[in-house]
C-alpha cells in the first residue's frame, strides 16, 4: 500500500497537482515498550512515535543524538523525525531504556526498499564445552522478515572474522584443542542483500584431573583405610565435587561435596578397585582408580590358662628364746618352753620344742 501511495504521489506531481507528505510509519509507544521495536523505511519517509495517555511518562530520543527530545511525560503525545539518508538509527526512551539497544528501545532501518533486515539467531551447545569437544552452532531460529535467508557466514575463532560460509546451511561445528573464552559470531544475509549479526559467549573448559591416595595399603579386614583426593586438580577453575566407590561395584555411592577426603573399613579379604570423579564449576568432571588389597586378620591368640589364687603365707616366725624358762627347772621349765613354742603349728612347733629342749638341757 506504501508503495502504490508512492506511485500516486509521483503521478500527481507529474499532472502539476499539490505535492503529498512522504510516506509515514508509526510506532505506539506503550508502558516500557514500543510497538513495533523495529520499523523500516525509505530514505525520505518519516515515522511517528504516538504515546496515548497512560500513567507511566516516556518519551524517545536516538543514539546519535540527531533528534531532540521532548522531556518525558505520561500523553498523549508524538513525535515525528524524518530519514535522509540509509542507515539503522536507534531509539530509547530516557526513562526505561538506553543507547546500544538497551532496555526500552527499537531501530529504524533505512534502505532503497524501505525493508526490514533478517534478525539472527544462535544457539550453542553444548556451552560450556570441553577441551576436544565438538561444538554445535545452530543459526535455523533466524528470520527474514520481507524476504528469506541466502547465506550463513561463521566467527567460530572468535577474531572478528567470518572465515566460515555455509551457504544457507544454518548449522555449523568445530572443537577447541584448548581451554579459552571466546566471542562466537554468525552472520545472515536474506535474498535483498541485508544482514544482521548474532554473538555468544563460549567457554572452552579443561576437565579436571582426579587423584587420591589410600593409606594404609594394604589393610586387615576390620582395619580403617584413609582416602585423600586432595592431590585432584582443576587447571582453569576449581573441584567442587568429590565422588567416590568404595566397595568396587561402579557406582559412586558416596558424595562428599567439597570436601576430599572420606574413610571406611572391609569385612571381607580380597583387592577392591576403589574409585575417585571429581567435578569442576561448569561440570566437567574426571575420573582415576586405584587398587585396595584386604588381607585376613590373623586369628586370635588362646588365652593363657587362670592361675588359681593363692592365700598369701605367713609372716615368718620366730622361734620363742628360752629366757624366761632358763629360772626355772625340771618339767616346770620344759612346760615353759613348750607353751612358748605353742604359736607355732606343725613341724615348726615339733622342732622348736625339740631344739630349745636340746638346747636348754646343754
Request: net charge positive; with cysteine.
Amino acid at each position: 500500500m506504501r508503495r502504490l501511495l508512492g506511485v500516486l504521489v509521483a503521478a500527481l506531481v507529474v499532472v502539476g497537482a499539490s505535492p503529498a507528505l512522504a510516506a509515514n510509519q508509526t510506532v505506539s509507544v506503550g508502558d516500557n515498550f514500543f510497538t513495533p521495536n523495529r520499523v523500516g523505511v525509505m530514505p525520505g519517509e518519516s515515522v511517528t512515535w504516538n504515546r496515548p495517555a497512560g500513567g507511566i511518562v516516556h518519551n524517545v530520543a536516538f543514539d546519535d543524538g540527531a533528534f531532540s527530545p521532548a522531556p518525558p511525560n505520561s500523553g498523549p503525545w508524538t513525535a515525528t523525525r524524518s530519514f535522509a539518508t540509509d542507515g539503522a538509527y536507534r531509539f530509547y526512551c530516557e526513562v526505561h531504556g538506553g543507547p546500544g539497544g538497551s532496555g526500552m528501545s527499537g531501530i529504524v532501518y533505512v534502505n532503497a526498499t524501505g525493508s526490514l533486515p533478517p534478525v539472527a539467531a544462535l544457539s550453542v551447545l553444548p556451552s560450556p564445552a570441553q577441551v576436544g569437544q565438538a561444538v554445535s552452532f545452530d543459526g535455523t531460529g533466524s528470520t527474514a522478515t520481507d524476504g528469506s535467508i541466502v547465506k550463513y557466514e561463521w566467527d567460530l575463532d572468535g577474531d572478528g572474522t567470518f572465515e566460515t560460509d555455509t551457504g544457507a546451511t544454518a548449522t555449523a561445528s568445530r572443537s577447541y584443542s584448548a581451554p579459552q573464552a571466546l566471542t562466537v559470531k554468525l552472520r545472515v544475509t536474506d535474498d535483498r542483500g541485508a544482514t544482521n549479526e548474532k554473538t555468544r559467549l563460549l567457554r572452552v573448559n579443561a576437565a579436571p584431573s582426579a587423584s587420591f591416595t589410600a593409606s594404609p595399603n594394604p589393610i586387615q579386614t576390620g582395619q580403617f583405610v584413609g582416602f585423600n583426593g586432595a592431590s585432584s586438580s582443576d587447571p582453569d577453575g576449581f573441584i567442587v565435587k568429590y565422588e567416590w566407590d568404595l566397595d568396587g561395584d561402579g557406582t559412586f555411592e558416596t558424595d562428599t561435596g567439597a570436601t576430599s577426603n572420606t574413610f571406611r573399613a572391609y569385612s571381607s579379604p580380597g583387592a577392591v578397585t576403589v574409585k575417585l570423579r571429581v567435578t569442576d564449576g561448569t561440570g566437567a568432571s574426571g575420573e582415576t582408580s586405584r587398587s585396595l588389597q584386604v588381607d585376613s586378620s590373623p586369628a586370635p591368640l588362646a588365652p593363657l590358662p587362670l592361675t588359681p589364687l593363692r592365700p598369701p603365707l605367713s609372716p615368718p616366725q620366730s622361734e620363742p628364746k628360752p629366757g624366761a624358762c632358763s629360772k626355772l627347772k625340771g618339767k616346770r621349765r620344759a612346760a615353759c618352753i613348750r607353751k612358748r613354742c605353742r604359736k607355732l603349728k606343725g613341724a615348726r612347733r615339733r622342732a622348736c620344742v625339740k631344739r630349745v629342749t636340746r638346747r636348754q638341757g646343754s
